[in-house]
């Protein structure tokens, strides 16, 4: 079957670093947008980064961006989401998710999800 696998996640302290991963398995996705969200307990699941199918262009939320950096190797199949400078508030669930067509923001326009890698941030 088609699905996504996340990697990566961990607990770090606040300033910390991570790389996370997904790799998907049971097709190649390299005609499709990488997406990752994130859910953190008792919040909504919320767009993290985004990248297009050839890599050329990215997009971030605000709240991560200048620290969270998205990338792909279309030859490995996997997308990557190295984030740094990590705060507490960045605890959450992180789920990688591919999207054929639509916005690179809407979670309901992604047609492959992942189950998720934990991330804990520490204070």
């Known amino acids: 079957q088609v699905r996504l696998v996340e990697s990566g996640g961990g607990l770090v302290q606040a300033g910390g670093s991570l790389r996370l991963s997904c790799a998907p398995s049971g097709r190649t996705f390299g005609n499709y947008a990488m997406g990752w969200f994130r859910q953190a307990p008792g919040k909504e699941r919320e767009f993290v980064a985004a990248?297009?199918?050839?890599?050329?262009?990215?997009y971030y939320a605000d709240s991560v961006k200048g620290r969270f950096t998205i990338s792909r190797d279309n030859t490995k199949n996997t997308v990557y989401l190295q984030v740094n400078s990590l705060k507490p508030e960045d605890t959450a669930v992180y789920y990688c998710?591919?999207?054929?067509?639509?916005?690179?923001?809407?979670?309901?326009?992604?047609?492959?999800w992942g189950q998720g890698t934990q991330v804990t941030v520490s204070s």
């Open positions: 998710a591919a999207g054929y067509s639509g916005s690179y923001y809407d979670q309901g326009d992604y047609d492959y």
């Open positions: 990248i297009s199918w050839s890599g050329g262009s990215t």
